[in-house]
């Protein structure tokens, strides 16, 4: 679901002769969010795990063990293929009438407006921190299991329109690394180089963020503190 609708406002937005077209960044942020927003409420039974850096930090703080950790993340990862999947079939004539491979890529994966591996890499960290640091505040450090949905939509909204600009804030793994994935494998008329240069990190930057926001939510939060 989140795929779905999260791939499915950028392809919207980015592809030629769509309804959308040109809708600009705002439209994709709200998107984004309202993704999430749908993402965590059909995914009520796994405590909303939809993003490895928010399953990472549910490790560290000890909510869950290390095979339903690689469980999560494997979940995560075909159900974000198969949403990227679903996204160019909705789109297939569109994605054949547009003529920029970066388009078609940029409807799976981000990429940054500034080449800067070392920088990328902290914007994601920092958006990623921001992220899973306020989703551990509001449930107390607790698993994510009575997750208000509405929350964590506003959150993602306001990355995005804050820390977004510098490389399209992935701020979770799976939600790019497999729609790359269903990029490269899909027979997607002139789609160009999947950019695997690029690939590690909206990998390791939310990772990195996600295990910061759990380590440091123990002398930051208070109430983590205490309990």
């Known amino acids: 679901m989140l795929i779905i609708l999260g791939g499915g406002v950028v392809a919207n937005v980015a592809l030629t002769k769509t309804k959308g077209f040109n809708g600009g960044t705002l439209m994709v942020n709200i998107g984004w969010g309202l993704a999430v927003f749908a993402g965590v409420t059909v995914s009520y039974s796994s405590g909303a795990h939809l993003n490895p850096a928010v399953s990472i930090a549910q490790l560290i703080l000890g909510n869950i063990t290390f095979v339903q950790f690689l469980i999560y993340v494997l979940a995560q990862m075909v159900g974000a293929i198969i949403g990227a999947v679903i996204v160019w079939l909705a789109y297939k004539q569109h994605f054949d009438e547009e003529p920029e491979p970066a388009a078609k890529l940029g409807v799976f994966s981000t990429g940054p407006a500034i ?6 890499l902290v914007t994601e960290i920092i958006g990623t921190f921001v992220l899973v640091f306020s989703i551990i505040a509001f449930t107390n450090g607790g698993t994510p299991a009575g997750l208000g949905a509405i929350p964590v939509a506003f959150i993602v909204i306001v990355i995005g329109t804050s820390l977004g600009g510098p490389t399209g804030y992935a701020i979770n793994p799976a939600r790019d690394l497999g729609p790359r994935i269903a990029h490269a494998f899909l027979p997607i008329k002139g789609k160009g180089s999947s950019d695997w ?17 759990a380590l440091l939510s123990y002398p930051l939060l208070p109430l983590i503190a205490s309990a």
């Open 115 to 120: 080449r800067s591996y070392g920088w990328n």
């Open 197 to 213: 240069s690029y690939a590690w990190v909206p990998v390791v930057g939310p990772l990195i963020g996600g295990a910061l926001a």
